[in-house]
């Protein structure tokens, strides 16, 4: 059936699908929900999205490096409309998982939008930088460019849509084997984004290495992922680092494997 786009669009609060619930047309709080605060310099309040999975990773590579970067992770059940709290628009004005509280200065900092937090603390901790910086600076803005595409538009329409037409699924499709293939070409002489394993392969990978290793929208088999060789090899060395593994289990809610579920951390005993 076609559709007739009104003069004027307005807003049908039923028509989100899977993710009704996680977003509106207008900003700001909806209810009074100040946030827990821990006893560590940072306070760090998501869900394990892929954009979630992106800081959490990066801190258990910090703290399993030996840098002083112990956190408290507080979940954000967005399918509750948890973003839309007083305490969390206060840190993110787009309620949007991640957000962080950086204590460790005279004030509070917030930071959101998941690669300014990576970017921060990769500075202050002077840790996951890459090198060049400007290679890694790419490939780092590019995934945040790059992934909507993947997420928002693939993933919504493939997965999540209340129902499934054909010509988005198509057109994202193809802008997500696209972007893998550049990804692919890329890995196919580097052993890493840009020159050592940096936050950048952090970010990139929790989309697109999580989408080839078969973990999200069940889809991997109708991407053909394997043609992708170069990608999906890079994606297994990251998934075997032990601090990957901890930090996909920060923050997760959801799931049927219990052992991969850890809603709140606060030290390295919580993963025991």
């Known amino acids: 059936m076609t559709y007739t786009p009104p003069d004027v669009w307005t807003w049908d609060a039923e028509s989100g699908g899977t993710f009704a619930k996680t977003n509106r047309p207008v900003a700001g709080a909806t209810h009074d929900a100040p946030l827990p605060r821990g006893d560590h310099p940072y306070q760090l309040h998501s869900l394990a999205t892929p954009n979630g999975v992106k800081v959490t990773v990066l801190f258990e590579e ?17 399918g509750e409309g948890a973003q839309f709290g007083s305490g969390f628009v206060e840190i993110n004005p787009n309620s949007k998982i991640p957000a962080l509280l950086d204590l460790t200065g005279p004030e509070p900092v917030r930071v959101f939008e998941s690669a300014a937090i990576m970017l921060h603390l990769a500075e202050r901790h002077d840790a996951f ?8 600076l790419s490939w780092l803005f590019w995934q945040m460019g790059s992934a ?33 293939d550049v990804l692919n070409r890329h890995l196919a002489d580097h052993e890493w984004m840009a020159g050592s394993y940096s936050i950048a392969d952090m970010a990139i990978w929790a989309w697109y290495g999580q989408l080839c290793l078969g973990r999200l929208y069940d889809a991997a088999e109708f991407l ?9 090899e890079w994606a297994k060395r990251i998934d075997a680092r032990p601090a990957v593994l901890r930090g996909r289990k920060v923050n997760r809610i959801s799931g049927d494997d219990e ?8 030290s390295a005993a919580d993963f025991d």
Request: hydrophobic share 35%.
């Open 62 to 78: 910090l703290l399993e490096a030996g840098h002083d970067a112990e956190y408290d992770a507080w979940p954000i059940d967005i």
């Open 129 to 136: 930088l890459g090198g060049p910086r400007p290679e890694m």
């Open 148 to 180: 909507p595409f993947l997420g928002g538009g693939f993933g919504h329409f493939y997965a999540y849509a209340p129902e499934k037409y054909e010509y988005p699924i198509n057109r994202y499709a193809m802008e997500t084997k696209r972007q893998l």
């Open 224 to 232: 053909s992922v394997q043609e992708y060789e170069h990608v999906v």
């Open 259 to 266: 052992t991969m579920k850890l809603p709140e951390r606060h």
